[in-house]
């Protein structure tokens, strides 16, 4: 079984801040981790390798430095990793990024399950998963917390096998069935990732990461990077924060009415 | 300061202190109040390498020596030093096998403690024979292709838990410390049982049992070394294990540190924060340098053994000396800064001079170590 796993390099959220003159985030200097959320991500990823066999490739776009998130993934047990790095890709939105690694899937071609967090905590869109799902025609499934059945099909490239699994919604779950391949994304619920082993870190330090621009992809150089993305950014500021509330006190007779008083008054 | 560690060395610090970190730290309370073996970190450390890091690769391991021992158990002595003995102990019952295992003996038990499915302990100590160790009353008798061992050892760190057991037992007790003998002995081997687990002041989250062997035969193969060499594999060992119990003292008092620095910044008296106090800095940076000067000493010796060095015993027994005083000390001045908060058990400071404690006695008490360093001294000036 052949799984993608799709992760980002975020700045890590202790120390996150944004330039008051820029509105940007404030990178130098900032620690950078694997998005938490992808973090599941791996490890479900890892799990279903013990189980069915075959190997997982960790993919990520981003600038060189996200070279180090491709490694830490080797370190926990992932067997390829691919950096797509290109300067025609800088300032790709959601869109652009999606449809930019859906080529590089496409590339790959042979893999059985994609599977990405539920979204970075940076920009926190959660569009890049369904996008990519979206771009390559394949079905998707998010907020996956639980893989409930994986079933193969022996015959390589026929359309039978079949991923059943619980995805979280705001009222409880559903279960969705698809065919493979598929994209999924997953919930923290879904597991708790492991830690690095030192022969992974090892192998991870000597690991040949493969380096995709985009000569190497079959892309529309108009749908890449800043020109190929439709959202534009018009401003980014931190809102003001939010002033303490009022505490009434006294008999609750009368702090209801004084209450009604105030909300028919101020708020409504 | 910088320790010239090589990447991989430096690989096994940072990971143990990711786990002490993540893992460990978390969870160093409940273990310490309930007593409760870390079965689960031990699996933690074991899926993570780390149980093998002073075991030659073709056993399994990793293929380091003393100092990646000592790197790791300091980093999980930071966060406990009782769960971070687990594996610190299966060194100790481990070095036996590999300063004098035969090839069979070494295919045989070094493989499973390397992965980590297995741990090991080292008994020497009895009821009658802790310091005077010559004084043991644990027999062996040679029966055809058995030994067949009778007594008890006392206070055997992993008692119960372990697999695998390197015994320090008599063949000839009219020979006294010459007629002793040392046997691997398996867990589950008819005639070898535990007593009651050990209620501790400190490194509770660590067994300490009893082990009882009434007619217990052992097969011949088990034999570590010669007869008679039983002394001579418990001295080479603890000459080994020593840095270990140093790197233990170490992590301990750097811990401490670590947390009584993060408090005094925020405890506030006089209207200010007590660490704007100069007495209070002073015992800072008294504690910061001795924890250096421990560093550096034990760091220096785990790179000696390391190099094949012959003549390791004095070292040895100062790096573990001192460390294990200077632990004593640095915690007890930890407790001190914590103030009333610090003997209070809501607080963590006080389980570290509780675990400190015990690096001052075991593996050979500090009185003890003075008498190794001192006899060396003066033989030394003899010649």
Known sequence: ???????????????????????????????????????????????????????????????????EALREAISLGADEAILVSDRAFAGSDTWATSYTLARAMHKIADYDLIICGKQAIDGDTAQVGPGISAHLEIPQITYVKKIEELN??????????????????????????????????VVKEINEPRLPSLKGKMRAKKAEIKKWEAKDLDVDPALIGLNGSP??????????????????????????????ELLKNEVI | MDYLLTEEQIMIRDLAR???????????????????????????????????????EKYGGTGGGVIELVLATEELSKACGGISLAVAATALGTFPIILFGTEEQKQKY????????????????????????????????????????????????????????????????????????????????????????????????SATRELV????????????????????????????????????????????????????????????????????????????????????????????????????????????????????????DCVQLFGGYGYMRDYPIEKYMRDAKITQIYEGTNQIQRGVIASSLIKESAT
């Open chain 1, 1 to 67: 079984m052949n799984i993608i796993v799709c992760i980002k390099q975020v700045p890590d959220t202790v120390d996150v801040r944004i330039d008051p003159e820029t509105n940007t985030l404030v990178r130098v200097g900032v620690a950078c981790i694997i998005n938490p959320f992808d973090m599941y991500a791996i490890e479900e990823g890892l799990r279903l390798k013990d189980k069915f066999g075959g190997k997982v490739t960790v993919i990520t776009m981003g600038p060189p430095q996200a070279d």
């Open chain 1, 152 to 185: 193969l099909h022996s015959a390589k490239g026929i359309a039978h096998s079949v991923i059943r699994a619980e995805r979280m919604t705001e009222e409880g779950f559903e279960i969705i069935e698809s065919p493979l391949p598929c994209l999924i994304t």
């Open chain 1, 231 to 260: 959202t534009k950014v018009v401003k980014i500021f931190t809102p003001p924060p939010r002033k303490g509330g009022q505490i009434l006190r006294g008999e609750a007779k009368e702090v209801a009415s004084k209450l009604v």
């Open chain 2, 18 to 56: 990711q786990i002490a970190r993540e893992k460990i730290r978390p969870v160093a309370a409940e273990y310490d109040v309930e007593g409760k073996f870390p079965w689960d970190i031990v699996k933690i450390l074991a899926d993570s390498d780390l149980c093998g890091i002073y075991i030659e």
């Open chain 2, 110 to 205: 070094l493989p499973d403690i390397a992965k980590g499915k297995k741990l090991a302990a080292f008994a020497l100590t009895e009821a009658g024979a802790g310091s005077d160790a010559a004084a043991i009353a644990t027999t062996a008798e040679k029966k055809g292709d058995y030994y067949v061992l009778n007594g008890t050892k006392q206070w055997i760190t992993n008692g119960g838990e372990a697999e695998v057991y390197t015994v320090i037992a008599s063949v000839d007790r009219s020979k006294g410390a010459r007629g002793a003998a040392a046997f691997i002995v398996e867990k589950g081997t008819p005639g070898f049982e535990f007593g009651k687990k050990e209620d501790k002041m400190g490194i509770r989250a």
């Open chain 2, 213 to 332: 062997f009434t007619d217990c035969k052992v097969p011949k193969k088990n034999l570590l070394g010669k007869e008679g060499m039983g002394f001579i594999v418990a001295m080479k060992t603890f000459d080994q294990s020593r840095p270990g119990v140093a790197a233990q003292a170490l992590g301990i008092a750097q811990g401490a540190l670590d947390l009584t620095v993060e408090y005094v910044k925020e405890r506030k008296q006089f209207g200010k924060s007590i660490s704007s106090f100069q007495g209070v800095q002073f015992m800072l940076a008294d504690m910061a340098t001795e924890i250096e000067a421990a560093r550096a000493l034990i760091y220096a010796i785990a790179r000696m053994i390391d190099s094949g060095a012959k003549k390791i015993s004095r070292d040895s027994a100062m790096a573990k000396l001192f460390a294990s005083d200077m632990a004593m000390k640095v915690t007890t």
